[in-house]
């Protein structure tokens, strides 16, 4: 049985995560299309890991879905996000607009857990022997630990917090704004 426990606990620095949790009614087509194309326009390769739909309860309908995206930063450097979704007492309706159109809506309870993480090494090349082992050491230790302290992190929690924003305002829940838009702050004049 797919859970939130499908992802990887094994992870290397720089965990980061968010949840979303929503009881009402949701496009989930137009949901998963445009989070997963929100995804590769930013250059994520997409990887649907699980996909269960389980027989419908007296309540509802039950659907789990287990998404991994990773980007290769360098040669050494993976970022990965982990997204578990979990659909519950859903039920498909049907609506009409005013045109029309025929669209279908979900009615129930999603909760989404969302997760980054900076793995070193990915490629497993200093793995081989103790030499390269201590050689991977001293790189860590000398010449990429500022990048690893100030660039990885960083970049990729506020790629997280973007898309935790987006599936917020596909929710349409109350919070749309961006966390992260007026980081650098918003200077307004006042009255003297």
Request: glycine residues 4%; charged residues 30%.
């Amino acid at each position: 049985m797919a859970s939130y426990k499908d992802i990887p606990k094994k992870m290397s620095a720089g965990i980061f995560q968010l949840h979303i949790r929503h009881k009402g009614v949701w496009d989930m087509q137009d949901f998963y299309e445009s989070t997963v194309n929100w995804l590769r326009e930013r250059k994520w390769k997409f990887h649907e890991r699980v996909y269960k739909h389980k027989h419908p309860s007296p309540f509802g309908l039950e659907r789990q879905y287990v998404w991994m995206a990773e980007q290769d930063v360098d040669d050494y450097v993976n970022v990965r996000m982990d997204i578990y979704i979990h659909t519950y007492d859903a039920r498909d309706l049907e609506a009409v607009d005013k045109e029309g159109n025929r669209r279908i809506f979900t009615k129930g309870k999603i909760w989404v857990i969302m997760k980054t993480s900076v793995n070193f090494d990915h490629e497993k090349r200093f793995m081989k022997n103790s030499f390269w082992a201590q050689l991977q050491k001293f790189y860590v230790t000398f010449i990429i630990k500022k990048k690893i302290m100030q660039g990885y992190s960083p970049r990729y929690r506020h790629e997280l917090v973007a898309l935790h924003t987006f599936m917020m305002r596909k929710l349409k829940l109350e919070t749309r704004d961006y966390e992260y838009a007026n980081i650098a702050g918003v200077h307004q004049r006042g009255p003297r």
